[in-house]
Structure formats: C-alpha cells, structure tokens
T-cell receptor, first 114, second 113 residues
C-alpha cells in the first residue's frame, strides 16, 4: 500500500539550531516527493520537490532535502532555524499510478524556542 | 502566493445540510484537485477534475461531488453533512493531470454542528 510516514508528531528546537524532519514513504514506483509547510490557518506552501536527478534538493527559506532510495526516505533539513519557521510540515508522495494525486504524511509540528 | 483562491474562508453548517465550496485556480491550469484535512491529520484526496471531467476519486462517498468550469473555477459540494465532515478543505491546481506540482489555496474551514 502507498503511504507516507512522518515519525515525529512534534519537534522543538532552539532558534539557531539545526533541524531535520524525517519522512519515509512506501511506494512501488519512482516517487515524486514534496515537502510543504502550513502555518496556522493557512494553506500549503511548497518548500521543495524531487522528481529525478540530483538527490539533494534545495528549496526556499534555506531548506534542503535528500532523497535516499535505499532507505525510502526524504528527510528535510535546515542548518539554522529561525523563529518564523514554526509551523506544520508535511511530506507528500505524488502517485503516478492511476490518477496523479498526493498522499500526505500526518505532519510534524515544529516549535522554535527563542 | 500561489494564485489559487478559495471562498468562503470559514463556514458553519448543521448536520444534514448541504454546502458548496468554491475555488479559483491559476489561469491556464486545467486540473483541480480537492483535499480534506481533518484536525491533526494530513490532507486526504477527495477527487480531481481535468478539463471539466472527473478524473479520479479517493475514498469518499458520492455525497461529495464537484464541478469544474471553463473559467478555471470549481466547486466542491457536500450533501447531507455529517459531524465528521468538519475539516479544512483545500483545492489545488496544476497545469494538467500528469505528474507535476500542485499549488494549494488557503482552504475553507467547514464546521458542522
């Protein structure tokens, strides 16, 4: 079955510290992978995406993610977190079998301590 | 700013009523997908419309229906509302139905009492 797992429901980091949000997927074909961020009461903003090529992907706001096929992972990283990064982060797989749609993880809520 | 808008922002209905949510896609985007995001969950795929035809459906009952219009607007209709329909409803537009990035609107928060 196709699924996305974000093992960490909540993460708290201090401002200026590094961040890694985990994402594991289960999908039979080559995945299209995405990270979105959602601020309270807002829609989803695309941070970055991976379709093919270089497995290290750069996104907006200083985020990057690395696709590791052997581990079925697509973890999101940021070297130095800012208070404005506090939000909920969603990993998604774009399915290429049948109707193209996203399968989302349950999200990781990031809290940033001043 | 994705260029995708949704209305209304918030809506309160009672059980058994019907509701229509609206979405305006980016100009030139022929595909709109609708997602339901329950509290504390990730978005779940409801259905997709491509060039005004339904192009796929998730695990939602037929009382969830939709329309897409030639002017890049679309609707999500829900009949016989249930308490569990309370959620944030997101529409996402994309250029076409092939694998590509979907651009999300801000959502409509539906509360069913």
């Amino acid at each position: 079955a196709q699924s996305v797992t974000q093992p960490d429901i909540h993460i708290t980091v201090s401002e200026g510290a590094s961040l890694e949000l985990r994402c594991n997927y289960s999908y039979g074909a080559t995945p299209y992978l995405f990270w979105y961020v959602q601020s309270p009461g807002q829609g989803l903003q695309l941070l970055l995406k991976y379709f093919s090529g270089d497995t290290l992907v750069q996104g907006i706001k200083g985020f990057e993610a690395e696709f590791k096929r052997s581990q079925s992972s697509f973890n999101l990283r940021k070297p130095s977190v800012h208070w404005s990064d506090a939000a909920e982060y969603f990993c998604a797989v774009g399915t290429t079998s049948g109707t193209y749609k996203y399968i989302f993880g349950t999200g990781t809520r990031l809290k940033v301590l001043a | 700013e994705t260029g995708v808008t949704q209305s209304p922002t918030h809506l309160i209905k009672t059980r058994g009523q019907q509701v229509t949510l609206r979405c305006s896609s980016q100009s030139g985007h022929n595909t709109v997908s609708w997602y339901q995001q329950a509290l504390g969950q990730g978005p779940q795929f409801i259905f997709q419309y491509y060039r005004e035809e339904e192009n796929g459906r998730g695990n939602f009952p037929p009382r969830f229906s939709g329309l897409q219009f030639p002017n890049y607007s679309s609707e999500l209709n829900v009949n016989a509302l249930e308490l569990d329909d309370s959620a944030l409803y997101l529409c996402a537009s994309s250029l076409d139905a092939s694998p590509d990035t979907q651009y999300f609107g801000p959502g409509t928060r539906l509360t069913v009492l």
